[in-house]
Nanobody, 128 residues
Framework: QVQLVESGGGLVQAGGSLRLSCAASGRTFSSYAMGWFRQAPGKEREFVAAVNWSGRNTYYADSVKGRFTISRDNAKNTVSLQMNNLKPEDTAVYYC?????????????????????WGQGAQVTVSS
């Protein structure tokens, strides 16, 4: 089992930037893809971004493409989400998660059920 701890959430004005970080401990971090999901009040948890196990390939929801960047450092067991040009609709609790599928070579990361370990969440609030 892997443990995940997020940090970096906060309050920012529209157009601003925030960087979320997620530190992982436990099983072999570098063998699994990592993802970020978010959940706004009254809404279902939705996919935001993912990075494959090697860090070479990244995937984004259309709503954040061009504004958010996901990256990982396998030497430090961390994954980050740089969020630029934030909008009020980005307001949500953001969760990092570990993919269940070791060395997965596909491109399907949108299902939360494919992720087996989750962090506690980090609140991101964007004011207009």
């Amino acid at each position: 089992q892997v443990q995940l701890v997020e940090s970096g959430g906060g309050l920012v004005q529209a157009g601003g930037s925030l960087r979320l970080s997620c530190a992982a401990s436990g099983r072999t971090f570098s063998s699994y893809a990592m993802g970020w999901f978010r959940q706004a009040p009254g809404k279902e948890r939705e996919f935001v971004a993912a990075v494959n196990w090697s860090g070479r390939n990244t995937y984004y929801a259309d709503s954040v493409k061009g504004r958010f960047t996901i990256s990982r450092d396998n030497a430090k067991n961390t994954v980050s989400l740089q969020m630029n040009n934030l909008k009020p609709e980005d307001t949500a609790v953001y969760y990092c998660a570990v993919d269940r599928r070791p060395l997965y070579s596909g491109s399907n990361y949108v299902r939360a059920t494919d992720f087996g370990s989750w962090g506690q969440g980090a609140q991101v609030t964007v004011s207009s």
